[in-house]
Nanobody, 117 residues
């Protein structure tokens, strides 16, 4: 079992930056899959960024060049650096970890990001 706690959300102006953190209760080393998702009101939850293996990272087209996914194994934490924020980025952001292909998904409670227009 893994507990995930997101933090770092808040209110931001268009063009500014925020850094989201997701602290895990257990080691994130050798985790099968980990990533950030977001969900805006009335919309489907979408994948924003994910890390597969220790080095591979992918991003949604809508955030490429603006968001950066990173890991800190010593602190059991993953991050999402969000630069050049846009109003379209407004959503609740969730982190997720899957420990193996036959394991369940572990989700955080989410952190609200609001970007003013």
């Amino acid at each position: 079992q893994v507990q995930l706690v997101e933090s770092g959300g808040g209110l931001a102006q268009t063009g500014s930056s925020l850094r989201l953190s997701c602290a895990a209760s257990r080691s994130i080393s050798n985790v099968y899959d980990m990533g950030w998702y977001r969900q805006a009101p009335g919309k489907q939850r979408e994948l924003v960024a994910r890390g597969i293996t220790d080095t591979r990272t992918t991003y949604a087209d809508s955030v490429k060049g603006r968001f950066t996914f990173s890991r800190d194994y010593a602190r059991n934490t993953i991050y999402l650096q969000m630069d050049n924020l846009k109003p379209e980025d407004t959503a609740v952001y969730y982190c997720k970890i899957r420990r193996g292909p036959f394991d369940v998904d572990y989700w955080g409670q989410g952190t609200q990001v609001t970007v003013s227009s």
